[in-house]
């Protein structure tokens, strides 16, 4: 019986994929997980390592123009009020190219 048993025995290692280099390792007095020269090295390696976020430019000049907009004043309803009267009387001028030069810059500042 104990040959039939013998012929039928395998490695589990080939199956999962394991592999046995036949490296002996010791345990610490606890007991917890075997401990060699490969887990100290890899265990400094990420002790060393630490998060970080790194910001694309396009996401800090959004930030910046996120900050000009909340240092800017409230909205002056006097203002709004007199340019809302020259549009319906036909007193507003527009200034295209002050219009074009304010708007190139704002595309400035996104790219």
Do not use: C, H
């Amino acid at each position: 019986m104990a040959n039939w048993l013998g012929d039928l025995s395998m490695n589990i290692n080939k199956l999962t994929g394991g592999t046995d280099t036949g490296s002996k390792t010791r345990s610490n007095a606890a007991g917890a997980e075997p401990v060699n020269q490969d887990n100290n090295a890899k265990a400094q390696e990420t002790a060393k390592v630490s998060d970080q976020v790194k910001l694309s430019a396009s996401s800090k000049s959004i930030q910046q123009i996120e900050a000009e907009i909340r240092d800017m004043p409230e909205v002056d309803d006097a203002t709004v009020d007199r340019i809302r009267s020259a549009i319906q009387n036909g007193e507003y001028k527009i200034d295209y190219d002050k219009l074009a030069g304010k708007m190139l810059s704002f595309e400035d500042k996104l790219n």
